[in-house]
């Protein structure tokens, strides 16, 4: 991307939008016997009550040259069992390029399917990222928002013979998304519109110490070790900009506990437009549903009647 | 405003975090133990990590060939809902067992699993 081309205000909310889409933690999600944990990069399939609070990142080189610090917050609320809103935003910090918050972003989502036998779920979303509500470096880039529809599933492999039982802990989880900006151009400079895809590979000792055997190391027994792979692919006015795909490799490790978990992953670039250097990230999430408080059950928790969990 | 966004978050998380736990009862442990061999057994415990209804709470137990082995009505632990203990109705041949649960916690919340044990010679 060019600098001069569209300025510091735009490249750096390019940039940090590569990164942020694949920083923010994400809810766990549970079906039948399989617990999706929150993962970094792509979002799991559930929809339940969950906060993180912080996820922090850090990338020696960003796709714009920069070192770069996001920080950020999610919280999701469920309305009724399978339909939950998400607010979430944090700060930036670029070298060179300065500070600022993102757009405040909130979403829309529901559970659209749980097989439990299957240990299959998926939902469906819709993301609004919110123009004119960012700061600092962040102020100046247009009014517009952002829309992004998405969808998300995971698969346990719990269904796998018994010959293959040792390969039951593990599960896919993966997203596609697009997002498409308000607004094709913001001061003569294109914004571009994305399809965002990814999945994840995890391997579940949680799932292996209840299911097939008993770990009797009460650290080892809720590891998840996994592996993300999240992208972002230009779809329009990506030429314009001189945007191609970039996207991480995201090696990592997650430990479950029963109420909140921790996650650390390493982030590899996967192409030279994504930047260089291997960055980190990690989160702390709390199973809000898990912890007993008075915000913990849905609105209406019996549903309203409209559809399968709303 | 996103400091005040920020310590709100922050208290919902922690500072209501001080009551009895409700939340999805997880497999903390299991006897027989989950994969593990046994001489005998009379009876299946599954300890959860929260409190469990044992009305609707269901556990089955297939045995070697295949068929239900009966069991007696579940209940809990005295003095400890998440303890749910499972009579087994007569003496177990040896063999490979293979237990199914289904748990309801007591704020409603579905969890299940599947484990098999093995009753030596």
């Known amino acids: 991307m060019s600098l001069s081309k569209i300025g510091w205000p735009l490249a750096a909310l390019s940039g940090a939008f590569a990164v942020l889409w694949l920083t923010p933690a994400f809810p766990h999600a549970v079906c039948g016997a399989r617990t999706f944990p929150a993962t970094l990069a792509i979002d799991d399939p559930g929809v339940l009550d969950e906060l993180t609070l912080p996820s922090v990142s850090w990338v020696p080189n960003n796709s714009d040259g920069a070192h770069e610090w996001d920080a950020s917050f999610s919280w999701t609320k469920t309305i009724t069992p399978g339909l939950s809103v998400v607010i979430g935003s944090g700060p930036t910090w670029e070298h060179p390029g300065g500070y600022g918050w993102n757009a405040l972003d909130t979403a829309l989502q529901w559970q659209a399917l749980c097989i439990p036998d299957a240990e299959f779920m998926f939902k469906v979303g819709f993301d609004v990222s919110w123009g004119g509500t960012g700061t600092?470096?962040?102020a100046g880039t247009g009014g517009q928002n952002t829309y992004t529809p998405f969808v998300d599933f995971g698969l346990g492999f719990g269904t796998l013979p018994q010959s293959l039982k040792y390969l039951r802990p593990f599960a896919v989880t993966g997203e596609f998304s697009t997002s498409t900006p308000g607004q094709d151009y913001t001061n003569g400079s294109p914004n571009v519109s994305t399809f965002n895809w990814g999945f994840t590979l995890q391997y579940s000792l949680p799932y292996f110490n209840t299911q097939l055997a008993a770990i009797d190391n009460d650290f080892l027994k809720r590891l998840v070790p996994v592996a993300e792979f999240a992208f972002q692919t230009p779809?329009?006015?990506?030429?314009?900009?001189?945007?191609?795909?970039?996207?991480?490799?995201?090696?990592?490790?997650?430990?479950?506990?029963?109420?909140?978990?921790?996650?650390?992953?390493?982030?590899?670039?996967?192409?030279?437009?994504?930047?260089?250097?291997?960055?980190?990230?990690g989160s702390l999430d709390f199973y809000l549903d898990d912890i007993p408080n008075r915000i913990d059950e849905p609105i209406f928790p019996h549903g309203l009647g409209i559809a399968p969990g709303i | 405003?996103?400091?005040?966004?920020?310590?709100?978050?922050?208290?919902?998380a922690f500072a209501l975090a001080a009551s009895q736990a409700f939340a999805h009862a997880q497999l903390q442990k299991a006897t027989p133990p989950v994969g593990g061999t046994v001489a005998s057994a009379s009876e299946i415990r599954l300890e959860f990590?929260?409190?469990?209804?044992?009305?609707?709470?269901?556990?089955?137990?297939?045995?070697?060939?295949?068929?239900?082995?009966?069991?007696?009505?579940?209940?809990?632990?005295?003095?400890?809902?998440?303890?749910?203990?499972?009579?087994?109705?007569?003496?177990?041949?040896?063999?490979?067992?293979?237990?199914?649960?289904?748990?309801?916690?007591?704020?409603?919340?579905?969890?299940?699993?599947?484990?098999?044990?093995?009753?030596?010679?």
Not at chain 1, 250 to 265: M, N, S, T
Not at chain 1, 270 to 279: E, K, L, P, R, S
Not at chain 2, 72 to 101: C, E, F, M, R
């Open chain 2, 1 to 12: 405003m996103r400091t005040n966004i920020l310590k709100v978050a922050a208290s919902l």
């Open chain 2, 49 to 121: 990590s929260e409190g469990v209804e044992p009305k609707f709470t269901k556990v089955t137990l297939i045995g070697p060939g295949g068929g239900a082995v009966p069991l007696g009505a579940a209940s809990t632990a005295a003095g400890n809902q998440a303890v749910l203990i499972v009579p087994i109705a007569k003496p177990l041949v040896a063999g490979d067992y293979k237990v199914h649960w289904q748990a309801v916690s007591v704020d409603t919340h579905h969890t299940q699993g599947t484990f098999e044990f093995s009753v030596k010679p």
């Open chain 1, 136 to 138: 600092g470096m962040f």
């Open chain 1, 235 to 281: 779809i329009y006015n990506g030429a314009v900009a001189g945007q191609t795909t970039t996207g991480y490799f995201q090696p990592g490790v997650i430990y479950a506990a029963d109420k909140w978990q921790v996650a650390l992953e390493a982030m590899v670039p996967m192409t030279a437009a994504t930047g260089h250097g291997v960055g980190v990230i």
